[in-house]
């Protein structure tokens, strides 16, 4: 058996890293730290860190992105576990719900407060509505759901999750992101299913 080349050492060391980085920017928030904070955290130089990222906040943005890609994978492999439509609607908005518990209160308001974490947060946001309004579509047309115009019904979902996304929901409720997700859930399957 050979040893591992460089360049998949050091692909798997920036890999560990990201991860690092993101459970500390989960936990923490961001706003607050400095990249020689981070690299004193994550016990590596400054060098190591300008190697993901060229600035502190390109670092954030790279980890936001890796984030979202990671529970996106999570996500779907939770849905396609189920068979019956409500299962599946309801697998995805929990699914959501415990990729979005780790995450502190400060990293969501710090997300919303720097454009570039806010854009990634509602791309995804977008991109979950969409999924969700084709697992309803799914629903509907396999009968197991009631007959309602999808596409409001899609709507209503994006509307609130941007809303969770955009910390109204919060604001309103004192609901963090992932019980919003988890109400969402509850409201939706029990309006949607039939009795």
């Known amino acids: 058996m050979t040893a591992p ?9 920036h890999s560990e890293l990201f991860d690092a980085l993101i459970d500390l920017l989960l936990a923490e928030g961001f706003a607050h730290l400095t990249l020689d904070d981070v690299a ?7 060098r190591t860190l300008y190697a993901l990222a060229g600035s502190k906040e390109q670092l ?13 994978v ?11 439509p409500a299962d599946r609607v309801a697998a995805y908005l929990r699914a959501v719900a415990a990729e979005l518990a780790p995450a502190s209160a ?33 629903g509907v047309e396999a009968g197991d759901f009631r007959d ?19 910390r109204r929901i919060a604001g309103a409720t004192g609901l963090a992101d992932a019980e919003a997700y988890e109400a969402l859930a509850a409201l939706l399957l029990h309006g949607l299913t039939r009795s």
């Open 60 to 72: 954030v943005r790279a980890a936001v992105v890796r984030f979202f890609e990671r529970a996106t």
């Open 74 to 84: 999570r996500v779907e492999a939770a849905v396609d576990a189920c068979a019956a």
């Open 106 to 138: 400060r990293f969501f308001d710090d997300m919303a407060a720097f454009p570039p974490a806010a854009e990634v947060y509602a791309r995804n946001t977008e991109a979950a509505a969409r999924r969700v309004g084709e697992l309803i579509g799914e």
């Open 5 to 13: 080349s460089p360049t998949r050492r050091g692909a798997a060391r």
């Open 40 to 46: 004193a955290r994550l016990r590596c130089s400054k």
């Open 148 to 166: 309602v115009p999808v596409s409001f019904a899609a709507e209503t979902v994006a509307t609130t999750m941007v809303a969770i996304q955009q």
